[in-house]
């Protein structure tokens, strides 16, 4: 069987591993078997909806088994997967499913009231019954039990994920393919030894790649997936114990929580011997959180990561090098090539900056909808041409202009040093300052400028500042309640600061000198 689907690796896993454990959920265990038939069952009742080939099916729900076999049952038809972070208020899901024009939700009871609160006009199915008139899984497995079978193209557009931000500051679709969701499982599986009787947690978000990739890793190497939500420290190791967990993807946010607890209470090194791989992407890992990871998980093999919004993956830095080059983001993963570009298009020098440039495995299609934006960052393999030999009929190859301002050392590993724009990377999520300006501005009418930044804080990567200018000042707690209500919690202030002028930039006295702000923000940190 040529596996260039996720829904190949769903039919091979059941026919070579039928009985094994595939996922498990608290006290759920599902089989390989179990699981392809559960999978069948919702994918034959969403295509028989009869929308067209492409149509996209959002899932906005909290994690849980369900959610996983909802996954797989739409990358198991010819809709578009679309996953909504359960922690999205309703301005943003509505945004997503307008922007998408997605056409079918699968959801829960909570969830169920924010598409209610959009008016959303589709079809609504939910994982449990609640007691409406709309379809469940529960009915669902009662009364679809026909044979199932669909034809995928690797090429065909499999998911479209919304964590990055366009220029009006709303979150922009990446287009993934079904080919790159196998070649980037392929490719995990590969430089970290992924094996069946592996046993990958699952408690990062499935709104992402990274924690998407963990599903289809394991199912890839038909290991086992445990799905976990981290609430407390006692509760994620009681996780990583009792479900017996060998590899432990992560973001930096996770092992600031999990090491947010009495060290007395935490369990000993010997009991989390069984983890012999973990990896970590989205942020920057500092010395003192890699300290702790060491002190405790003393059999493991740390891998730090480093992605892109446009294609999966680009480095790894091999556990061997850690503590070489510990601010090293790595070299690249196999199957890619990167180089780094001057302003002329020059190869740089070793230790000379320029910009990232992804070439190979992994490069999504583009943004959805977003011609300007997409023709920025996926740009021809001429971008190249003066640092490869390109033959002039052979240069309709695109790679990935990423954004990120890197360098590299004598022996070729990279540095990461900034990005092009002013994203802000907080608690694992990127977002833009102008969502959160945005809805300033919409909420307080007497304030009349705002500015919105980060400024570096080690247990989150980066802390959200929110200046404002108005006649009079406005309670802080006031500010926050107001913004609470549209906005997730990550994307909150963390300071809010009121100055009744906000200085201007020189040479455009309508736009806020954010430099300057931020720069005086700093000071007073500093004293």
């Given at each position: 069987?040529?596996?260039?689907?996720?829904?190949?690796?769903?039919?091979?896993?059941?026919?070579?591993?039928?009985?094994?454990?595939?996922?498990?959920?608290?006290?759920?265990?599902?089989?390989?078997k179990?699981?392809?038939?559960?999978v069948?069952?919702i994918?034959?009742?969403?295509?028989?909806?009869g929308?067209?080939?492409?149509?996209?099916?959002?899932?906005y729900?909290?994690?849980?088994?369900?959610?996983?076999?909802?996954i797989?049952?739409?990358?198991?038809?010819?809709?578009?997967?679309?996953?909504?972070?359960?922690?999205?208020?309703?301005?943003?899901?509505?945004?997503?499913?307008?922007?998408?024009?997605?056409?079918?939700?699968?959801?829960?009871?909570?969830?169920?009231?924010?598409?209610?609160?959009?008016?959303f006009?589709?079809?609504?199915?939910?994982?449990?019954?609640?007691?409406?008139?709309?379809?469940?899984?529960?009915?669902?497995?009662k009364?679809?039990?026909?044979?199932?079978?669909?034809?995928?193209?690797g090429?065909?557009?499999?998911?479209?994920?919304?964590?990055?931000?366009?220029?009006?500051?709303?979150?922009?679709?990446?287009?993934?393919?079904?080919?790159?969701l196998?070649d980037?499982?392929?490719?995990?599986?590969s430089?970290?030894?992924?094996?069946?009787?592996?046993?990958?947690?699952?408690?990062?978000?499935?709104?992402?790649d990274?924690g998407?990739?963990?599903i289809?890793?394991?199912?890839?190497?038909?290991?086992?997936?445990?799905?976990?939500?981290?609430?407390?420290?006692?509760?994620?190791?009681?996780?990583?114990?009792?479900?017996?967990?060998?590899v432990?993807?992560?973001?930096?946010?996770?092992?600031?929580?999990?090491?947010?607890?009495?060290?007395?209470?935490?369990?000993?090194?010997?009991?989390?011997?069984?983890?012999?791989?973990?990896?970590?992407?989205?942020?920057?890992?500092?010395?003192?959180?890699?300290?702790?990871?060491?002190?405790?998980?003393?059999?493991?093999?740390?891998?730090?990561?480093?992605?892109l919004?446009?294609?999966?993956?680009?480095?790894?830095?091999?556990?061997?090098?850690?503590?070489?080059?510990?601010?090293?983001?790595?070299?690249?993963?196999?199957?890619?090539?990167?180089?780094?570009?001057?302003?002329?298009?020059?190869?740089c020098?070793?230790?000379?900056?320029?910009?990232?440039?992804?070439?190979?495995?992994?490069?999504?299609?583009?943004?959805?909808?977003?011609?300007?934006?997409?023709?920025?960052?996926?740009?021809?393999?001429?971008?190249?041409?003066?640092?490869?030999?390109?033959?002039?009929?052979?240069?309709?190859?695109?790679?990935?202009?990423?954004?990120?301002?890197?360098?590299?050392?004598?022996?070729?590993?990279?540095?990461?040093?900034?990005?092009?724009?002013?994203?802000?990377?907080?608690?694992?999520?990127?977002?833009?300052?102008?969502?959160?300006?945005?809805?300033?501005?919409?909420?307080?009418?007497?304030?009349?400028?705002?500015?919105?930044?980060?400024?570096?804080?080690?247990?989150?990567?980066?802390?959200?500042?929110?200046?404002?200018?108005?006649?009079?000042?406005?309670?802080?707690?006031?500010?926050?309640m107001?913004?609470?209500?549209?906005?997730?919690?990550?994307?909150?202030?963390?300071?809010?600061?009121y100055?009744?002028?906000?200085?201007?930039q020189?040479?455009?006295r309508?736009?806020?000198?954010?430099?300057?702000?931020k720069?005086?923000?700093?000071?007073?940190?500093k004293?």
């Amino acid at each position: 069987m040529s596996v260039n689907s996720i829904r190949n690796l769903i039919e091979r896993a059941n026919r070579l591993s039928a009985n094994k454990i595939a996922l498990i959920d608290k006290d759920v265990k599902i089989t390989y078997k179990e699981l392809y038939e559960k999978v069948n069952q919702i994918a034959l009742y969403i295509s028989a909806l009869g929308l067209e080939k492409g149509s996209r099916v959002g899932i906005y729900s909290n994690k849980d088994y369900h959610k996983v076999i909802a996954i797989l049952a739409v990358l198991s038809t010819d809709y578009i997967f679309v996953p909504i972070t359960r922690l999205l208020k309703a301005e943003q899901v509505d945004h997503i499913v307008k922007d998408c024009d997605i056409k079918c939700m699968i959801t829960d009871e909570q969830k169920l009231k924010v598409i209610e609160e959009i008016n959303f006009d589709g079809t609504i199915i939910t994982v449990q019954s609640c007691n409406k008139d709309i379809v469940s899984f529960e009915e669902i497995y009662k009364c679809y039990s026909k044979e199932y079978s669909c034809d995928i193209k690797g090429h065909d557009n499999a998911v479209i994920t919304y964590y990055d931000f366009g220029l009006d500051g709303l979150p922009k679709g990446v287009v993934i393919t079904h080919r790159n969701l196998i070649d980037c499982a392929r490719v995990v599986n590969s430089y970290l030894d992924i094996k069946k009787d592996d046993v990958i947690s699952g408690v990062l978000s499935f709104s992402f790649d990274y924690g998407l990739n963990q599903i289809f890793s394991a199912l890839y190497a038909r290991a086992t997936f445990v799905v976990h939500t981290m609430t407390l420290p006692t509760d994620f190791f009681t996780h990583l114990v009792r479900d017996k967990i060998t590899v432990l993807p992560l973001m930096p946010i996770h092992i600031t929580q999990m090491f947010d607890e009495d060290p007395r209470r935490l369990p000993k090194a010997e009991q989390l011997s069984n983890i012999r791989a973990i990896t970590s992407s989205g942020g920057k890992i500092t010395d003192s959180m890699l300290a702790k990871v060491e002190e405790r998980f003393v059999s493991s093999k740390f891998y730090y990561m480093h992605g892109l919004s446009e294609a999966f993956r680009s480095t790894y830095l091999a556990p061997t090098q850690l503590k070489i080059r510990p601010t090293s983001i790595g070299k690249a993963i196999p199957d890619v090539d990167l180089y780094i570009i001057n302003e002329d298009g020059q190869e740089c020098k070793p230790r000379e900056v320029g910009e990232l440039i992804h070439r190979g495995l992994g490069i999504y299609k583009g943004y959805w909808g977003r011609k300007i934006e997409t023709d920025e960052r996926f740009k021809s393999i001429k971008i190249l041409d003066k640092v490869l030999d390109l033959p002039d009929s052979l240069t309709d190859e695109i790679v990935v202009a990423s954004g990120d301002f890197v360098y590299k050392d004598e022996e070729g590993y990279i540095y990461f040093v900034g990005r092009h724009d002013d994203m802000i990377k907080s608690s694992g999520y990127r977002f833009s300052p102008l969502e959160i300006e945005n809805v300033v501005y919409n909420n307080f009418d007497s304030i009349s400028k705002c500015a919105v930044f980060s400024i570096e804080n080690e247990l989150i990567e980066e802390e959200v500042v929110l200046v404002y200018s108005s006649l009079e000042e406005i309670g802080r707690n006031e500010i926050l309640m107001e913004l609470k209500k549209h906005l997730p919690l990550y994307m909150l202030p963390k300071q809010v600061i009121y100055k009744y002028n906000i200085p201007l930039q020189s040479n455009n006295r309508d736009k806020i000198d954010k430099k300057a702000l931020k720069d005086d923000i700093i000071k007073l940190t500093k004293h």
